[in-house]
């Protein structure tokens, strides 16, 4: 027998483990790699068709519309397949037949050739009950398809079209996928054939969500507009009030302001005393009545809302409370073009709230009114110091009596599609902010300003 004596040495030992070790980590690390270069190079065209499945479902999350839909399913088939079109039918809203509505490529007339298959029609029938792919050039030896006229039959050579596989949502039909012959001619592979059905079948769950989505959209921009058609309809009262105290009242109150001086003036030097005290505290009650009602006209309907925008509204708004004796400064950020009616009179009107509830709770010696104006979305911030309060507590009483204050006011930044958000505590002020969408009516431009408003 042979013997091998040798004794390694300790750094053999240890260098030939290390190496091990190494090349064990390396092939670990590497396996992947090697696993997806060996399906690439001995299986490409089912590794190609994998990927390009595995991309698809990783995207059908993102996908909420028929155009997205379309525009990222077909040109990846037309690629993959090598064929010259594919193309997307769904049903009209009109008479539920199935028409093309989405082709790639694209082109002039591209669509023009493609039947379109009503209701009733055998092949309709057929992929509504199979959930397999339809080869058209099979038609004529189907039993199913013996009520197909010969000019139908006609029609469909014509088109180009070889296969057709159906799109469904929870067993109903709601699409169907059409692809033209390759341009080898070689037939459809049943790897193209699984490709074709995985995203078919993925594709009709995006068919019933974007559907769902549309409908949701819709029935969003019907609320805003009755919301819209609501507010202007509001603020249309509230102006022609307003006229009417300005033509009305307010004159009945000046003009019986100059008779109770002219009945002063017209009483002689010498006369009752206390007929004069009287008079002057009528004349005193018609100058404060007067002064009051055009506040509330001013409120019901702001001229400057109107004639000169958002901004000097709010910074005229902002001077009742300088008149008495708060510290407030204004600051405007961005473009202040005019925007729509819905949004300026909503942000007037939730400032106005929000001055309100100052002046008569907060206590407050500082307010600071900031606006942001950006491409679609306006930033509307008011901030004081303040005693603040319980927010939470407030709002609960504010529901339970049915005090519409803070409540009213969210509740018109939410019609518009807006957001609002209050910050506050016992004794650390309180800020508000506001977000809304924005729909510009004109341009306009506004330097950045930072204006302090004083007595």
């Not at 004796?325 to 819905?342: H, N, Q």
């Amino acid at each position: 027998s042979i013997v091998f004596d040798f004794v390694l040495s300790y750094e053999a030992l240890l260098f030939a483990t290390l190496t091990a070790v190494l090349a064990a980590l390396f092939v670990y690390f590497l396996r992947p790699t090697f696993s997806t270069m060996i399906d690439y190079f001995f299986y490409r065209e089912t590794y190609l068709y994998r990927q390009i499945l595995l991309r698809f479902d990783t995207e059908m999350g993102t996908i909420l519309s028929l155009d997205e839909l379309a525009n990222r399913m077909l040109s990846v088939i037309v690629k993959a397949m090598n064929i010259p079109r594919a193309v997307l039918l769904f049903q009209n809203e009109t008479d539920n037949n199935f028409v093309a509505r989405y082709v790639h490529p694209e082109g002039k007339g591209i669509t023009e050739d493609i039947p379109t298959f009503v209701q009733g029609n055998p092949i309709i029938s057929w992929l509504e009950k199979e959930n397999g792919v339809l080869y058209l050039n099979q038609i004529d030896t189907m039993m199913e398809f013996r009520g197909l006229w010969h000019e139908e039959k006609q029609v469909l050579r014509a088109s180009g079209l070889d296969l057709l596989c159906p799109l469904k949502s929870r067993g109903k039909l709601v699409g169907i996928l059409a692809l033209e012959n390759k341009k080898s001619r070689k037939p459809f592979s049943q790897e193209d054939i699984e490709m074709i059905k995985g995203m078919a079948g993925k594709a009709g769950i995006i068919v019933e969500n974007a559907r769902m989505f549309d409908a949701l959209s819709q029935q969003q921009l019907q609320v805003q507009r009755l919301l819209s058609d609501a507010i202007h309809a509001r603020e249309s009262e509230r102006q022609r009030i307003s006229v009417d105290l300005h033509d009305s009242v307010a004159q009945w109150l000046a003009g019986a302001s100059y008779q109770a001086q002219t009945v002063e003036a017209l009483l002689p030097e010498d006369g009752n005393q206390k007929i004069r005290e009287q008079i002057s505290t009528l004349e005193n009650t018609i100058e404060k009545s007067l002064k009051e009602l055009r506040r509330v006209v001013v409120d019901l309907r702001p001229p400057a809302l109107d004639e000169l925008g958002l901004s000097h509204a709010l910074r005229q708004s902002l001077g009742s409370l300088t008149n008495e004796g708060i510290k407030c400064s204004f600051s405007e950020e961005g473009d202040g073009v005019r925007l729509s009616p819905e949004v300026e009179i909503t942000v007037y009107r939730v400032v106005q709230e929000a001055f309100t509830n100052i002046r008569k709770h907060a206590g407050a010696s500082k307010v600071d009114l900031k606006i942001e104006y950006r491409r679609d979305k306006l930033t509307v911030r008011i901030q004081d110091n303040g005693k603040g309060f319980d927010f939470a507590r407030t709002m609960r009483n504010a529901i339970s009596v049915g005090n519409m204050g803070l409540l009213g006011m969210r509740q018109r930044v939410t019609m518009i599609g807006g957001t609002m958000e209050i910050r506050t505590r016992s004794g650390g002020g309180t800020l508000i902010i506001m977000n809304l969408p924005v729909k510009r009516e004109q341009e306009g431009t506004s330097d950045e300003q930072n204006q302090s408003i004083s007595d």
